[in-house]
Every structure is written in C-alpha cells, then in structure tokens.
C-alpha cells in the first residue's frame, strides 16, 4: 500500500530555511515522480515542484524558481523540498504526491506539513 510522510515544517521568520521530507513505503520507489504541492487557507492545492523517476528532471513553479530545491536523497525513498528565502506568502500546508511522470496527475498524497513565515 502506497504510503507519503512528510515532515520538516515549522514556524520561521522571512528569509528563513526549512527543509521538508517526504518518506515514501510500499511501492517501487524508482517507478514514481515525486510532487510537492501546498495549500493555502481558503486557496486551492497548487504545484510546487516535481522531481521525475531517475532524478534527472526537476521542475518549479515560478513563485519559488531560484528559492526551492527538490531533490531524491541518498536513501532512495526521500525526497526533499529545501527551501531558502522564505516568505509569508510561502505560508501554506505542504504536500509530496506520487505521480508516474512529472507531467501527470497525482495517484497518492501524503498527510501534510504546516509551513508557516511570520515574524
């Protein structure tokens, strides 16, 4: 059974770092993209960043290009948001997704973590 676990949100001031996790079990691990997503109060769910299968591609939307880094780590069912430049506008419930491609829709979310920018 499929199963996403973030964590690593937190309180921090603007201009702050966070770096998110998100543990992945019981599926083929090297058989999914993995998405970052986040919700805002009273918005809707939007894509953060994705990275694909072999780790070679990443994406990012334009609100956090040169702030965010997705990446796969070194244990081989991680992957993790580090977050640089923080802002309030950041301030949302973070999400990882599985997904086939980069490209598709998501098939598996996790439970969430809350990612708050205030001073």
């Known amino acids: 059974q499929l199963q996403l676990v973030e964590s690593g949100g937190g309180l921090v001031q603007p201009g702050g770092s966070l770096r998110l996790s998100c543990v992945a079990t019981?599926?083929?691990?090297?058989?999914?993209?993995i998405g970052w997503f986040r919700q805002a109060p009273g918005k809707e769910r939007t894509g953060v960043s994705c990275?694909?299968?072999?780790?070679?591609?990443?994406n990012y939307a334009d609100s956090v290009k040169g702030r965010f880094t997705i990446s796969r780590g070194n244990a081989k069912n991680t992957v993790y948001l580090q977050m640089n430049s923080l802002k309030p506008e950041d301030t949302a419930i973070y999400y990882c997704?599985?997904?086939?491609?980069?490209?598709?829709?998501?098939?598996?979310w996790g439970q969430g973590t809350q990612v708050t920018v205030s001073s």
């Open positions: 997704a599985a997904k086939y491609y980069c490209s598709g829709n998501p098939i598996g």
């Open positions: 990275v694909s299968r072999s780790g070679d591609y990443r």
């Open positions: 019981g599926f083929t691990w090297d058989d999914y993209a």
